[in-house]
């Protein structure tokens, strides 16, 4: 078994529509709160990768934003999963705290 390698923290992926059936290619789509919907060609064959598709948005740089997922403990002794989306240039401390 391959696993697809994804350089992405926090993401949601999945199969997307492939109408020929008789095929080695496999798409696949990859969402995070960051990037838009990226279109992906897998090839089981070779175990390559291809990126078909990006969604663009105007007047923006995913680049700028950093994802972080961590776990917080809650009052009744629970881990509650946080998941932060924020400028780059915040700086995380006590003056811009959670």
Known sequence: MYQIPIDIDVYNQYTSDNYIYDTHLLRYNVVTYVHPN????YNVND???E???EKIVPNYNPEDYQIKRFKIPSNYGVSVPITMLYHK???LNE???L
């Not at 990226?38 to 060609?41: D, N, P, Q």
């Open 47 to 49: 175990n390559t990768l």
């Open 89 to 91: 240039d915040v700086n």
């Open 95 to 97: 003056v811009n705290p």
């Open 51 to 53: 990126l078909v598709k």
């Open 38 to 41: 990226k279109l992906y060609l």
